[in-house]
C-alpha cells in the first residue's frame, strides 16, 4: 500500500484522549476481513474505494480518510493494516461494495463491478425481518452485526447474498434496483439503491456513543451464491414482509409509467430512476398489454424496442433486452396464469388487410361454408344474439335448443350439420337449480344421449369476463374439449359477465359495448378457434307492445353497438300477456329474412305453431270472444251435471227455452248455437230412451242431452242387513252422438266409454 493513499496515519493522539486499557484489547480481526472481502470483492477487477469516518458520539472531530486498494489477494492484509489504524483513530472503517477503475473514483457512475446484493435491517423485528428474507430468497451468504444497536435494543444486521458472477455494465443498476426493493419489503435501509452508499467492514470497531464493539460475522456459508436472473425473480415474487404492507418509497422510486414512457434516462443514476428500472417499468407494462390479449406478441416486443432506443441513454444490448423481457414474461405467466394472446388472424395489420376485385368476387363459385346453425342462423365466426324479457323462458329455451344441437337435432326449424360440441358458459342458475332444470325437459332418452358429452355447461359464476376471467374460461375450454376444438361458446347472460374496460363503462355505453365485445368476446373465440360460433343471451328493456310490435330489436338492452355487431338476432316476446304463447323474431345478417316463430311450451317441450291460425286483426276482441265462448261452454256442461243430481233430463228445445238469459247465456238461439258446436266437437252426447229414468220417449232427432260423468239423482234402496236407505245414483249413459263430419246422428258403440273426436279431450280434464 502507497502511503500517497494515506491522507493522516497517526497511531497517537493527545495523552488526554488516550483510550482506555480495555479499549485497546479489542483489535480487528483479518480472519473475518479476509472472509469480507471473498465475498464481496473475490470476482472483481480493479480498485476498492475504502473510507474512514469519526464516529459520532466520542467527543472528538476529523476528516474522512479514503483510500483505494487493490481487489486481489494483497487486499485483506491491506484492509487489516487500515482497520487498526483505524481503530487507534476512533474511526470506522467503511468500503464501496464494488470496485472502480481509478484511484479517486467514487461515484455511483464509476462504479465497474459488484458481485453481492446487501439489505441493512437497521429498525423493528430485526429476527423477523431476518426469518422472511430466509424464507423467501434462501440462506445469504453473509450475515454482519453492524454494531449498532434498535431503541429495544436489537442487534442490527447487514445481510448478503453473493452472485455467482460479477455484475457489470447494466447489470449493476439491476443489482441496485434489488437492493432498493428487498429494503422496501422489509422496511430496510432504502439508501443502498445508490451504488456508491458505502457500508461497515466486519473485522472492524465500531465506535459510536463512545462504547466499541466488533463489526462482527454472524453466518457465513462461503458456498452459498446466487444467479442474479433467478435471485431478481425470487425478490419480485417475494412478499412485503406482514405488518408492513408496500413501504412508502421516495416518489422518484416508484415514478408514474406515463412518466416512464416519455423520459429518457441515463446510464449511471443521473436520472431519478435507473436504467434498469425504467426499462423494468416498461417492459412490464407491454408485457401486461401482450397477456392480456390487447396486443399481439410482435407488436409487444416491438414497442419494447422502440422503448429502448427513444429513452435508455446508451440503450441496452438487444440480447440483453431480450433476456430481461423473457424473464418478466415467465414471472407475469406464472404469477398470473397462462396468457389470452391475440391471434394475428384476429386483427390483421394494415399491410395484410385483405381485399378483393369485383372480378375476382363474381368469379369465386367455390362453395359456401357449412351452417353451424342452418339456415344462416348461426354461420362460421358468427355471433348470435337471444334477447327475452325475464321470466319470458329464454333460458328454459336455450337449454332445450342446445341440447338439440348437440345430439345433432332440429329444433324449431333450426338445424345443425352434425352433434355439435359447446360449452355452456352460464352465470345466472346455481349448480343444484341448473341439474333440476335439466332433468325436467322433456325430451327422448335417446335424444339426451346423444347429446350427454357435447354439451358442458357451469353453474352461476362469480366473475366478470375480464382478462383474469377470458383466461380461465379458455383454459377450462381447452381442458373439457381436449382433443376435438368447440363448437359454439354461449355466454348466458351478457350483465352478469360484462366487463365495459379500463373505463369501467356499463351496458349503455357504446364504447363500453364494443370493448367487450371486441377485446372479451372476440378474443377468447379467436383464441379459441376463429371459425366457432358465439351465442350471447340478454335482457330486453321495456317497451310498449306496439314499439315490440314495430321494431323487436331495439327491446334490446343497453347500447346500440350490440345490434350492429352481431350477425344474427332473436327476440322472444309474449304478445299477449293472457296467452302463454311466446313470438320468436328473427333478423340475419348473413341471410335471407326469415319469418317470425310462434313457439310454446306443450306437455313440457317447445314446438312451434301453426302462425296462419293466429289472428291479425282485432285481437283483443277476438280473445274476449274465445274467453266468453269457453265460459258458456263450461256453465252450459255444468248446468246440465247439476240438473241431472237434481234429477232432471232435457231435450236441446226445453234446455234452450228454460234457461234463456240465466247464466250470461244469452237467447235460446245462442244456447242452441253453443249446444251444437258442443256436440260437434264431442262434449255433449244424446239418450234416445228415458224410460230407465222416468222419461218418456221423445220424438226429437237427438233426444236427451247428456253429458260424460253425467248420474241422475239417486234412488232409494234399502240394505237388508241394517235397513237403511242408501242413495245410489243412476249413471246416465249416451245412446246416440253426433258424427263431427256429417252431423248425422250415429249409434255409441260402447256407452260405457266416452270417446271424443281425434284432437277433443275430456271436459272433465283441467283447462289451461
Aim: charge should be negative.
Amino acid at each position: 500500500m502507497s502511503e500517497d493513499n494515506i491522507v493522516h496515519f497517526n497511531p497517537w493522539r493527545d495523552f488526554n484522549d488516550a483510550a482506555s486499557l480495555e479499549e485497546l484489547l479489542l483489535e480487528p480481526d483479518p480472519a473475518q476481513i479476509a472472509a469480507f472481502v471473498d465475498v464481496v470483492f473475490s470476482f472483481c477487477d480493479g480498485l476498492i474505494p475504502v473510507r474512514s469516518f469519526i464516529d459520532k458520539g466520542q467527543g472528538i472531530e476529523g476528516k474522512p480518510h479514503n483510500i483505494w486498494v487493490d481487489a486481489d489477494a494483497s487486499a485483506p492484509d491491506k484492509l487489516t493494516t487500515f482497520a487498526h489504524w483505524a481503530r487507534r483513530e476512533g474511526a470506522a472503517v467503511y468500503v464501496i461494495p464494488g470496485t472502480v477503475a481509478q484511484s479517486g473514483q467514487a461515484k455511483s457512475v464509476d462504479i465497474a463491478a459488484m458481485q453481492a446484493i446487501v439489505v441493512d435491517i437497521d429498525t423493528g423485528d430485526i429476527g423477523g425481518k431476518l426469518l422472511h428474507l430466509i424464507r423467501h430468497l434462501g440462506d445469504p451468504t453473509l450475515v454482519v452485526e453492524s454494531g449498532g444497536r434498535t431503541p429495544e435494543g436489537a442487534h442490527k444486521l447487514h445481510v448478503w447474498w453473493k452472485l455467482s458472477e460479477p455484475a457489470t455494465g447494466s447489470d449493476i443498476e439491476q443489482v441496485c434496483a434489488l437492493r432498493g426493493t428487498i429494503a422496501n419489503k422489509v422496511a430496510g435501509d432504502t439508501h443502498f439503491r445508490s451504488a456508491h452508499q458505502p457500508i461497515r467492514v466486519p473485522g472492524t470497531i465500531y465506535h459510536k456513543g463512545g462504547s466499541q464493539r466488533m463489526v462482527q460475522i454472524l453466518q457465513h456459508l462461503p458456498a452459498r451464491d446466487v444467479d442474479l436472473a433467478d435471485f431478481a425473480e425470487m425478490v419480485i415474487a417475494m412478499p412485503p414482509m406482514p405488518g408492513i404492507g408496500t413501504v412508502a418509497a421516495p416518489a422518484a422510486d416508484k415514478p408514474a409509467l406515463a412518466d416512464v414512457l416519455t423520459t429518457p434516462v441515463h446510464e449511471g443514476g443521473a436520472d431519478a430512476w435507473s436504467r434498469f428500472e425504467g426499462a423494468s417499468a416498461a417492459i412490464g407494462h407491454f408485457i401486461r398489454q401482450v397477456h392480456d390479449g390487447r396486443i399481439s406478441p410482435d407488436d409487444g416486443w416491438e414497442a419494447i424496442c422502440q422503448y429502448n432506443a427513444a429513452m435508455l441513454r446508451p440503450s441496452w444490448p438487444l440480447d440483453r433486452l431480450k433476456a430481461e423481457s423473457d424473464r418478466l414474461w415467465r414471472l407475469h405467466v406464472e404469477r398470473n396464469g397462462p396468457p389470452l394472446v391475440r391471434l394475428d388472424s384476429a386483427e390483421p395489420a394494415p399491410n395484410e388487410m385483405p381485399a378483393f376485385t369485383l372480378g375476382s368476387l363474381l368469379d369465386d363459385t367455390s362453395r359456401m361454408p357449412a351452417d353451424i346453425i342452418a339456415p344462416r342462423v348461426l354461420t362460421p365466426g358468427g355471433l348470435l344474439v337471444l334477447g327475452g324479457a325475464p321470466k319470458v323462458g329464454k333460458s328454459d329455451l336455450l337449454i332445450s335448443w342446445l341440447v338439440h344441437l348437440a345430439a345433432g337435432q332440429s329444433f324449431l326449424g333450426f338445424t345443425p350439420p352434425r352433434p355439435l360440441r359447446i360449452f355452456y358458459l352460464q352465470a345466472e342458475i346455481q349448480y343444484h337449480y341448473l341439474r333440476e332444470r335439466i332433468q325436467q325437459i322433456a325430451l327422448s332418452a335417446e335424444l339426451l344421449a346423444a347429446a350427454r358429452d357435447n354439451l358442458i355447461a357451469t353453474p352461476k359464476l362469480k366473475m366478470l369476463l375480464d382478462a383474469e376471467g377470458s383466461m380461465r374460461v379458455a383454459e377450462t375450454i381447452q381442458r373439457v374439449f381436449p382433443s376435438d376444438p368447440v363448437d359454439i361458446i354461449c355466454i348466458d347472460p351478457i350483465r352478469n359477465l360484462f366487463d365495459g374496460g379500463p373505463d369501467g363503462g356499463g351496458e349503455n355505453d357504446n364504447a363500453a359495448m364494443m370493448f367487450f365485445l371486441k377485446d372479451r368476446v372476440e378474443v377468447l373465440r379467436d383464441h379459441i378457434d376463429p371459425d366457432c360460433g358465439v351465442i350471447l343471451v340478454h335482457h330486453t328493456k321495456k317497451l310498449s307492445k306496439q314499439q315490440v310490435k314495430d321494431d323487436p330489436f331495439l327491446a334490446l338492452s343497453g347500447a346500440s353497438a350490440l345490434r350492429g355487431f352481431y350477425t344474427s338476432g332473436l327476440i322472444l316476446h309474449r304478445p299477449d300477456e293472457e296467452s302463454p304463447q311466446r313470438r320468436l323474431e328473427i333478423e340475419l345478417r348473413n341471410g335471407p329474412a326469415l319469418r317470425p316463430k310462434l313457439v310454446d311450451k306443450v306437455r313440457g317441450e317447445w314446438v312451434e305453431l301453426n302462425s296462419l291460425n293466429e289472428r291479425l286483426v282485432r285481437k283483443d276482441v277476438g280473445a274476449r270472444l274465445d274467453a266468453e265462448r269457453v265460459r258458456k261452454h263450461d256453465v252450459i256442461l255444468g248446468m246440465l251435471l247439476d240438473e241431472a243430481t237434481e234429477g232432471r233430463l232435457y231435450t236441446v228445445t226445453q234446455f234452450t227455452e228454460k234457461f234463456e238469459n240465466k247464466g250470461g247465456l244469452g237467447g235460446k238461439f245462442t244456447i242452441r248455437d253453443r249446444i251444437s258446436v258442443l256436440a260437434t266437437k264431442g262434449y255433449v252426447k244424446f239418450l234416445r230412451d228415458g224410460a230407465p229414468f222416468g222419461y218418456p220417449a221423445v220424438r226429437s232427432r237427438y233426444g236427451y242431452l247428456c253429458v260424460e260423468g253425467m248420474a241422475l239423482a239417486a234412488a232409494e234402496v234399502v240394505d237388508e242387513e241394517t235397513g237403511e236407505v242408501i242413495g245410489v245414483p243412476r249413471p246416465v249413459l249416451p245412446s246416440h252422438y253426433k258424427c263431427p263430419h256429417s252431423g248425422v246422428c250415429l249409434d255409441v258403440e260402447n256407452p260405457a266409454v266416452w270417446v271424443y273426436p281425434e284432437g277433443g279431450e275430456s271436459a272433465l280434464a283441467p283447462q289451461d
